[in-house]
């Protein structure tokens, strides 16, 4: 017969030296229940004393200056005990034996365990824990020995108690793994291992029972961890439950409808619902000062990112962008505050200014000789000749300065605004206006145009959001509304200021509140902004990493030698996996936010309105954080894939290449989506890189592109939960559950094309 090759283990117990003792992890529960009861004592229990005041012990020790300078000092030996032990065990564990030895004689006495010198001697602690142990507690002493007087005295105190008890309640737990070793099912498998060594010795193999216990000791371990990660998931589990939950029922409720303009004041005979569109419009005319008409109709038939140039002129920069700023030298500079302003705005001694320094002429032959002199060789209208530059009108003035601008761009369209008929092409104007500039328009020809444009509905959100100022007075969950609807009415009618308003239950979570723009009131805001900046992040995010990160795999897997280079760059890659994702942050804001802000402002393609801070610098950040783990999945993939596939494909002539791309890739593409999954699962919530790199918290443009500013929903909700207004907690809670559908929706896009390749994979 074949000879067995089982070896005894080194280190096993004599079990002719011990008896048998108690479940082990029954042992181990007691233990711990009991360090942890004890270190409660030691701390809070007090002192026996005729004093009923009396502080606990632990508190006392903690409040005396003497031992909070002494805590960390105890932890110096004991590390240097661990770290050596871990490094020489051989030479620590008879004094070990030694020292174990009183703890020994207790459990003995009651019959568990025994005194007698074992054949094989257990180290009491084994060298991963020892060399860990060491570790921690030397990282324990650095941290009080750098925070030490730096840190708040509550906070220090708070985090000395929790070490003291960590440790204490560590140190009975490695006792209780190293002195009771011995359970009635690993007895069995000891006996069962000493069988098999003397059937080994005599050329026999081992029997039947002997493998049919050994394989019940294996299988009651197996089950004791199944047992262990079961429980964890259930717990896990049941943590994700009670967040969802928690979310939905701040997402519905009930809340306090009231109004800053009440809709009765605004139509006494007929409610909002009722008003026709003209009857709507008409509402503007008392209630809306003129500027903020021309907000509200830029807003809604135009769109907030439209040019400010267009509308109300260029500013002085635009038209002279060679002229230096600085406010000390007046003569030959214009000030910053006058270099900002539109053109049309310019007083009479700021047109001096301007057009002495763009076009060369003295100062005082402008303000004192007439046009016909002052412009003498250059281009001027005969009808102003005999006029000075003060005294012609805003729209001769920019006329003049067309007709002698060094640059043949400048207009009168560019210098004054465009006129309604160009804004407002693509809409509906009456021709009365059509030659008129968006500033010479009056409130009525404005309400005009919101008239003839917006529907009834349109109309009544714009009433409703800009008029009356919709707002919420007070909200109630989801669980209060249905449990406690009369202790809510007793509530509000208990308040006189809650009284005012309407009781109505509401849903935050509404297409409206998805569509809408961001607006500073929690009853009207929306998340479209930041919804439609996630997307563009993460979609360019996907676009920069999977190929990068793919490409990296091939090269690693396929075409790198095993070398120290490459060792050291597979290292580095799973080391970054790691890196906290603020790095990445700081990192892209040094690099592409600042280093390269001519390419990601979009300077170099001719946009001019950011500054390094947009949506591809923020995808570029993302893609470094995710792409670590992209390389990972995508080699562990591909070393997945059978080396049959490649043989067959070497064998009928292809190529490296053509067997990388057409046989590996597309066998190890199910695997790359997998790892794909988990990091946009983690770069759609991220939220600190995003504010380093220059994510807005309030922002009221909808990114259009690459180089656009944006905001992004984990930000949004960032600021509405730290925001104290009534209602921004509801509104955030709906952002969340819209962020989770987002992420569900990419995440079960891309399960379902990894099913179907694997599908097609398999035939």
Same mark, same amino acid.
């Given at each position: 017969?074949?000879?067995?090759?089982?070896?005894?283990?080194?280190?096993? +117990?004599?079990?002719?030296?011990?008896?048998?003792?108690?479940?082990?992890?029954?042992?181990?529960?007691?233990?711990?229940?009991?360090?942890?009861?004890?270190?409660?004592?030691?701390?809070?229990?007090?002192?026996?004393? $005729?004093?009923?005041?009396?502080?606990?012990?632990?508190?006392?020790? /903690?409040?005396?200056?003497?031992?909070?300078?002494?805590?960390?000092?105890?932890?110096? *030996?004991?590390?240097?005990?661990?770290?050596?032990?871990?490094?020489?065990?051989?030479?620590?564990?008879?004094?070990?034996?030694?020292?174990?030895?009183?703890?020994?004689?207790?459990?003995?006495?009651?019959?568990?365990?025994?005194?007698?010198?074992?054949?094989?001697?257990?180290?009491?602690?084994?060298?991963?824990?020892?060399?860990?142990?060491?570790?921690?507690?030397?990282?324990?002493?650095?941290?009080?020995?750098?925070?030490?007087?730096?840190?708040?005295? !509550?906070?220090?105190?708070?985090?000395?108690?929790?070490?003291?008890?960590?440790?204490?309640?560590?140190?009975?737990?490695?006792?209780?793994?190293?002195?009771?070793?011995?359970?009635?099912?690993?007895?069995?498998?000891?006996?069962? #291992?000493? %069988?098999?060594?003397?059937?080994? %010795?005599?050329?026999?193999?081992?029997?039947?029972?002997?493998?049919?216990?050994?394989?019940?000791?294996?299988?009651?371990?197996?089950?004791?961890?199944?047992?262990?990660?079961?429980?964890?998931?259930?717990?896990?589990?049941?943590?994700?439950?009670?967040?969802?939950?928690?979310?939905?029922?701040?997402?519905?409720?009930?809340?306090?409808?009231?109004?800053?303009?009440?809709?009765?004041?605004?139509?006494?005979?007929?409610?909002?619902?009722?008003?026709?569109? *003209?009857?709507?419009?008409?509402?503007? $005319?008392?209630?809306? !000062?003129?500027?903020?008409?021309?907000?509200?109709?830029?807003?809604?038939?135009?769109?907030?990112?439209?040019?400010?140039?267009?509308?109300?002129?260029?500013?002085?920069?635009?038209?002279?962008?060679?002229?230096?700023?600085?406010? $000390?030298?007046?003569?030959?500079?214009?000030?910053?505050?006058?270099?900002?302003?539109?053109?049309?705005?310019?007083?009479?001694?700021?047109?001096?200014?301007?057009?002495?320094?763009?076009?060369?002429?003295?100062? #005082?032959?402008?303000?004192?000789?007439?046009?016909?002199?002052?412009?003498?060789?250059?281009?001027?209208?005969?009808?102003?000749?005999?006029?000075?530059?003060?005294?012609?009108?805003? $729209?001769?003035?920019?006329?003049? /300065?067309?007709?002698?601008?060094?640059?043949?761009?400048?207009?009168?369209?560019?210098?004054?605004?465009?006129?309604?008929?160009?804004?407002?092409?693509?809409?509906?104007?009456?021709? %009365?206006?059509?030659?008129?500039?968006?500033?010479?328009?009056?409130?009525?020809?404005?309400?005009?145009?919101?008239?003839?444009?917006?529907?009834?509905?349109?109309?009544?959100?714009?009433?409703?959001?800009?008029?009356?100022?919709?707002?919420?007075?007070?909200?109630?969950?989801?669980?209060?509304?249905?449990?406690?609807?009369?202790?809510?009415?007793?509530?509000?009618?208990?308040?006189?200021?809650?009284?005012?308003?309407?009781?109505?239950?509401?849903?935050?979570?509404?297409?409206?509140?998805?569509?809408?723009?961001?607006?500073?009131?929690?009853?009207?805001?929306?998340?479209?902004?930041?919804?439609?900046?996630?997307?563009?992040?993460?979609?360019?995010?996907?676009?920069?990493?999977?190929?990068?990160?793919?490409?990296?795999?091939?090269?690693?897997?396929?075409?790198? #030698?095993?070398?120290?280079?490459?060792? +050291?760059? %597979?290292?580095?890659?799973?080391?970054?996996?790691?890196?906290?994702?603020?790095?990445?942050?700081?990192?892209?804001?040094?690099?592409?936010?600042?280093?390269?802000?001519?390419?990601?402002?979009?300077?170099?393609?001719? +946009?001019?309105?950011?500054?390094?801070?947009?949506?591809?610098?923020?995808?570029?950040?993302?893609?470094? /954080?995710?792409?670590?783990?992209?390389?990972?999945?995508?080699?562990?993939?591909?070393?997945?894939?059978?080396?049959?596939?490649?043989?067959?494909?070497?064998?009928?002539?292809?190529?490296?290449?053509?067997?990388?791309?057409?046989?590996?890739?597309?066998?190890?593409? *199910?695997?790359?989506?997998?790892?794909?999954?988990?990091?946009?699962?983690?770069?759609?919530?991220?939220?600190?890189?995003?504010?380093?790199?220059?994510?807005?918290?309030?922002?009221?443009?909808?990114?259009?592109?690459?180089?656009?500013?944006?905001?992004?929903?984990?930000?949004?909700?960032?600021?509405?939960?730290?925001?104290?207004?009534?209602?921004?907690?509801?509104?955030?809670?709906?952002?969340?559950?819209?962020?989770?559908?987002?992420?569900?929706?990419?995440?079960?896009?891309?399960?379902?094309?990894?099913?179907?390749?694997?599908?097609?994979?398999?035939?």
């Amino acid at each position: 017969m074949t000879e067995s090759t089982l070896k005894p283990r080194r280190g096993m +117990v004599d079990t002719e030296s011990a008896k048998r003792g108690l479940p082990f992890y029954v042992l181990i529960l007691i233990l711990l229940v009991s360090a942890a009861l004890l270190t409660a004592a030691w701390l809070l229990l007090p002192w026996i004393a $005729e004093d009923s005041t009396a502080v606990p012990v632990g508190v006392e020790l /903690l409040n005396g200056s003497g031992f909070r300078a002494f805590a960390p000092m105890w932890l110096i *030996p004991l590390a240097a005990f661990f770290l050596v032990y871990a490094a020489f065990p051989r030479i620590l564990r008879p004094i070990l034996q030694i020292l174990v030895l009183p703890l020994r004689a207790i459990p003995a006495a009651f019959g568990i365990g025994s005194l007698r010198p074992a054949r094989f001697v257990p180290p009491p602690i084994s060298l991963p824990a020892a060399r860990t142990a060491g570790i921690l507690i030397l990282v324990s002493l650095v941290y009080f020995l750098l925070y030490k007087g730096q840190v708040t005295r !509550s906070l220090l105190e708070a985090l000395a108690a929790i070490g003291i008890a960590y440790w204490v309640a560590f140190a009975v737990a490695f006792i209780a793994l190293n002195i009771w070793r011995i359970t009635p099912d690993m007895t069995g498998m000891f006996r069962a #291992e000493d %069988e098999v060594l003397e059937r080994s %010795e005599n050329g026999l193999m081992p029997s039947e029972s002997v493998l049919q216990r050994t394989l019940r000791a294996r299988k009651t371990t197996a089950s004791l961890w199944r047992t262990a990660f079961f429980i964890a998931n259930i717990v896990g589990l049941f943590a994700l439950v009670v967040l969802l939950l928690n979310i939905l029922n701040q997402s519905f409720g009930y809340v306090l409808v009231n109004y800053t303009i009440k809709p009765a004041e605004l139509s006494p005979n007929k409610p909002l619902e009722a008003l026709s569109e *003209p009857e709507l419009a008409r509402l503007f $005319e008392d209630k809306v !000062s003129l500027n903020r008409l021309r907000t509200i109709t830029r807003d809604n038939l135009l769109n907030r990112q439209f040019s400010p140039t267009r509308l109300f002129g260029a500013q002085i920069t635009q038209i002279f962008p060679e002229i230096a700023f600085d406010p $000390e030298r007046t003569d030959q500079t214009v000030s910053r505050a006058l270099g900002a302003k539109p053109f049309p705005t310019i007083s009479a001694n700021e047109r001096l200014t301007v057009f002495s320094l763009g076009l060369g002429i003295p100062r #005082e032959t402008l303000a004192d000789q007439p046009i016909s002199v002052a412009f003498a060789g250059k281009t001027f209208d005969a009808a102003i000749a005999e006029d000075t530059l003060r005294e012609i009108s805003i $729209e001769k003035l920019a006329a003049l /300065l067309a007709a002698n601008a060094p640059n043949g761009s400048i207009t009168v369209d560019f210098l004054l605004g465009e006129p309604v008929k160009l804004l407002f092409a693509n809409r509906t104007f009456r021709p %009365e206006v059509a030659d008129k500039r968006y500033e010479q328009l009056s409130a009525t020809e404005l309400i005009d145009l919101l008239e003839d444009n917006l529907d009834t509905a349109q109309l009544y959100r714009i009433i409703v959001r800009d008029v009356a100022q919709l707002r919420y007075d007070q909200t109630w969950t989801f669980l209060e509304s249905v449990t406690n609807y009369d202790g809510i009415l007793a509530q509000v009618q208990a308040d006189e200021a809650l009284r005012q308003g309407e009781l109505r239950f509401h849903s935050w979570l509404s297409l409206d509140f998805i569509t809408s723009e961001l607006t500073a009131s929690p009853a009207t805001t929306g998340l479209r902004t930041s919804l439609l900046g996630s997307l563009w992040v993460i979609i360019l995010t996907i676009l920069i990493a999977l190929p990068l990160g793919v490409g990296a795999a091939v090269y690693l897997e396929e075409y790198a #030698e095993k070398n120290l280079l490459n060792a +050291v760059i %597979e290292t580095n890659i799973r080391n970054l996996a790691g890196v906290p994702s603020i790095i990445y942050g700081m990192l892209g804001l040094a690099i592409f936010v600042r280093t390269l802000e001519q390419l990601t402002s979009g300077a170099f393609v001719g +946009v001019t309105d950011s500054n390094g801070r947009t949506v591809i610098s923020a995808a570029f950040t993302m893609a470094l /954080l995710i792409l670590p783990v992209v390389i990972i999945n995508a080699q562990e993939a591909i070393r997945a894939v059978p080396p049959s596939i490649r043989e067959a494909s070497y064998g009928v002539g292809a190529t490296k290449w053509q067997t990388t791309s057409r046989q590996v890739l597309p066998a190890a593409f *199910p695997g790359i989506l997998t790892g794909l999954i988990l990091s946009v699962s983690r770069a759609v919530g991220e939220t600190a890189p995003l504010l380093v790199v220059g994510g807005l918290t309030f922002t009221l443009i909808d990114p259009n592109g690459p180089f656009s500013k944006f905001s992004v929903v984990p930000i949004q909700v960032y600021s509405w939960t730290a925001d104290p207004a009534i209602g921004f907690r509801n509104v955030a809670a709906a952002a969340i559950i819209v962020l989770l559908v987002v992420l569900l929706t990419l995440n079960t896009t891309a399960i379902i094309l990894r099913q179907r390749l694997s599908k097609n994979l398999r035939g």
